[in-house]
């Protein structure tokens, strides 16, 4: 029986020790892997973010935002994108920043 994982794992490793699986999958085309990858860190990210009181990690977000685009599937990079954002609003910040994900978001929606 396989062990559930803690906050921010996925199959027993941190989300951060994808960086280079995800970065390969990417140059290698291998988009619909690495969206299915992409969508389990996000998730671990948020599970983590949940439990420990702090933001999520953007990049993995991000990352999917550009897999959409180049599959030129810009409903999912909407949705990818104000996921981030309800999920980035749940925690305070600098109100005068403007992260680069919501200017794409804004042109994304005009």
Known sequence: MASKDKPGFYKGKHYTKYVDEV????????????ERLLLELVN??????RSEGFGVA???YERLAVLYRKKKDKDAEIAILERY?????EHK????IKPP??????????
Request: aromatic share 10%; proline share 5%.
């Open 23 to 34: 970065k390969s999958l990417m140059r290698d085309n291998r988009l619909d892997d690495a």
């Open 44 to 49: 671990a990210t948020e599970a983590e973010a």
């Open 101 to 110: 994900m919501l200017t794409r978001l804004e042109k994304l929606k005009k």
């Open 58 to 60: 953007p990049w993995y």
């Open 93 to 96: 910040h600098n109100p005068d």
């Open 85 to 89: 954002f309800e999920r980035y609003s």
